[in-house]
């Protein structure tokens, strides 16, 4: 009996060599891990700071914040960022009527439908911006070249007027188009993750009828896809520089590369400065309602 209780005590005190290694690991510290942080911190921290040091820095003023003071006065900024603005807003909301639907029927009445629905929303991912560019232009040029003075056909009219520098409407079909594989994702994933049957039938065993139990149980259930899907459209447009600089528009992206190539450097790195702040700011603020979304409902349950 005392060697077995010398044996359970020494068993206790010393535990088997595999979890001696596995404590010496837990312990040590974890280097490569802390390695890869701080090297994808500096690829991200190194240009906005350089960024940052070029706006403040004044040849003869020394340190200067005088770009900052000058956002709000800058000529051509808000109309362009109004632009810009206008067609998120614009885009979110086709992409939502385009996907909500979509998405919905994919998963409750055609499963097999999905991989053909993803393929189409994915396919603008292998086409480039600038070829995409191209096909809007010649369907442009094909308009204008066969117009005859005075007799101008519907068809020829409605491009004329999806051309409107106001609002062009042809940069938010573009734009809708280059938003589909990412809001498609982010919709998709966030379905996926529902019980979309069970929530339908507890919904309909309660009297609502299967459009209402879509649209006042499932998609708030979705709420935190769309607001993702929201998020990654909204920073797609602000930053979209291609198909609106080729077709001659000037949106918040041309903006900014027009005003550098107008001598206005400094201004407007700092206001591509606020706007990727104001960014970060707002996918924070998303992720936070959503971790705290997400830790309430499993203390609800």
């Known amino acids: 009996m005392a060697g077995m209780t010398a044996a359970t005590l020494t068993a206790s005190i010393d535990p088997p060599p595999g979890e001696q290694a596995s404590a010496r690991r837990r312990g040590r510290p974890r280097f490569g891990r802390a390695a890869v942080l701080v090297i994808f911190g500096l690829y991200f921290a190194v240009p906005i700071l350089a960024s940052f040091l070029f706006t403040v820095d004044d040849p003869v003023k020394g340190f200067s914040l005088s770009a900052y003071s000058q956002i709000f006065s800058v000529a051509g900024l808000w109309p362009a960022l109004r632009l810009s603005l206008e067609l998120a807003v614009a885009t979110i909301a086709v992409v939502y009527l385009l996907l909500i639907p979509a998405v919905v029927a994919v998963r409750l009445g055609g499963p097999r439908l999905r991989t053909f629905v993803e393929l189409v929303c994915t396919l603008p991912l292998v086409v480039p911006s600038i070829a995409l560019t ?3 232009t010649s369907v442009l040029r094909w308009g204008s070249d066969n117009m005859v003075p005075g007799q101008t056909t519907f068809i020829q009219q409605l491009l004329i007027d999806i051309q409107n520098p106001s609002f062009p409407v042809i940069l938010l079909l573009a734009y809708v188009v280059m938003a589909l594989p990412l809001a498609y994702r982010t919709l998709d994933a966030g379905m996926r993750a529902l019980d979309v049957r069970t929530l339908l039938e507890a919904a309909q065993n309660n009297g609502a009828g299967r459009t209402r139990a879509i649209v006042t149980v499932i998609l708030p ?3 935190g896809a769309l607001l993702n899907t929201a998020f990654l459209t909204l920073a797609l447009v602000l930053g979209e520089f291609t198909v609106s600089s080729i077709l001659g528009f000037v949106p918040f992206a041309v903006w900014i590369v027009n005003g550098n190539a107008a001598g206005q450097g400094p201004v407007t790195v ?4 606020v706007s990727l702040v104001l ?10 309602g ?3 979304r997400g830790a309430a409902a499993p203390a609800n349950q």
């Open 134 to 136: 191209a096909g809007i």
């Open 270 to 273: 700092a206001v591509s400065i």
């Open 279 to 288: 960014t970060w700011l707002l996918l924070l603020v998303l992720s936070a």
């Open 221 to 223: 259930n979705l709420r």
């Open 290 to 292: 959503g971790g705290r």
